[in-house]
């Protein structure tokens, strides 16, 4: 070949090559993409990924100082499996997501994992801290992810604190606190509304509090999800708490879902449902279920200080050594709308109540014949026999 040609291929060659490297190593950011990635790795086969992201402390910094998306011009994050936390060394704690509408950075933005059990949203927590913080956005879209507290028992607690109102999707995700899995500071100027599909909400006790879903600013709807509140006997117990709890302005309501109440510490009542000083609680098509080892008598709905629960068309199974008052108002102060027909048996369910919302037909009585019984508050028995006209 000649001498001439040969040094022109070397160098095409050396060229190529040096524009694959530099294109492998210097990956960009465009500040108005419209999707980008959180990575564990943000380089593939040596290539180094556009678009993408190592750090939750440099995404979101990237997204609040130069991307800051808005409703006409949205944004996607694809997170892929593996767990992402705070830049402990820069001193955070949680994993913000701080809107600034002055700033014309507003939300609308997505955040789609790889599945609830493989992309995993944790933060240190702490006693004032929960791994996620979301403050004053609107249009924030979870799906197919974990958010998580790693620390157990005492060391912290919460896993997402919402502030400031707004509106959210939660498709198939996990949220795992302790003490709370939701809590709202600070309300907005009008209520958020929340949206929650197939998802599971877990908290366990921590620091004396209990409150899986605790809401006092917005309304929230669940959709085929459950939440779950566990006191362990390990744990402190709870000054009163529940799997929900609606105070306030806030508004819970759930359908085709499930409640699951543990609580096995002495003397602490937990309930399943509790709505206090005007909070709104609607339960329909749903099981509540509580189980309980600690001694004391326990509230399944629990209305106190005007609060409100309309929980028709549902199902219990409950349980507990110190016994389970299925419906208790306080006397009056708060208002429980939760008619119930238990199973037929031999005997009424041992289970407290309110005059006339509970029923049960009871199969072994004198005349052979079933017999309806109906709850009564004045009866010695609690129940009264409505074809003997007496109580029971």
Not at 315 to 332: A, K, P
Request: negative net charge; charged residues 10%; aromatic residues 12%.
């Amino acid at each position: 070949m000649h001498r001439k040609k040969m040094h022109f291929v070397f160098w095409a060659v050396v060229s190529f090559w040096a524009f694959v490297w530099s294109a492998s190593a210097h990956a960009t950011i465009d500040a108005t993409a419209d999707k980008v990635a959180l990575r564990t790795s943000c380089t593939v086969g040596g290539t180094a990924l556009n678009d993408c992201f190592t750090s939750w402390w440099t995404l979101s910094g990237w997204i609040q100082n130069t991307r800051r998306p808005n409703a006409s011009s949205p944004l996607e994050v694809d997170i892929g499996p593996g767990t992402f936390g705070p830049n402990l060394g820069a001193g955070a704690v949680s994993l913000y997501i701080t809107c600034n509408p002055s700033a014309g950075y507003t939300g609308y933005i997505s955040f789609v994992g790889s599945g609830s059990n493989e992309s995993i949203l944790t933060g240190q927590g702490g006693s004032s801290f929960s791994p996620l913080n979301v403050s004053s956005c609107t249009d924030l879209n979870f799906s197919n992810l974990q958010i998580s507290n790693p620390n157990s028992g005492i060391a912290g607690y919460g896993a997402i604190e919402w502030s400031g109102g707004g509106i959210s999707h939660w498709y198939d995700v996990q949220v795992i606190g302790n003490g709370r899995a939701w809590y709202e500071p600070t309300c907005g100027a009008t209520p958020g509304m929340h949206y929650w599909y197939s998802s599971q909400l877990t908290a366990t006790a921590a620091f004396s509090v209990g409150d899986t879903y605790d809401s006092k600013c917005d309304d929230s709807f669940f959709f085929g999800s459950q939440i779950t509140l566990s006191v362990p006997s390990s744990s402190y117990g709870v000054n009163g708490g529940a799997a929900i709890e609606a105070h306030g302005s806030g508004m819970i309501s759930m359908y085709g879902s499930h409640l699951r109440v543990f609580d096995d510490v002495a003397g602490s009542p937990a309930a399943a449902v509790w709505a206090d000083t005007g909070g709104i609680i609607h339960i329909h098509g749903t099981g509540i279920e509580m189980l309980s080892d600690d001694g004391a008598n326990l509230p399944v709905l629990n209305a106190t200080s005007g609060g409100v629960i309309d929980a028709t068309a549902s199902s219990y199974s409950l349980s507990s050594t110190g016994g389970i008052s299925r419906v208790d108002n306080y006397g009056g102060t708060g208002t429980i709308l939760a008619p119930y027909l238990w199973p037929e048996s031999a005997t009424p369910p041992s289970v407290g109540s309110v005059t006339g919302a509970d029923q049960v037909v009871i199969t072994s009585t004198a005349d052979g014949h079933p017999h309806l019984l109906i709850y009564d508050s004045t009866c010695s028995g609690s129940w009264y026999d409505t074809d003997l006209r007496a109580c029971y």
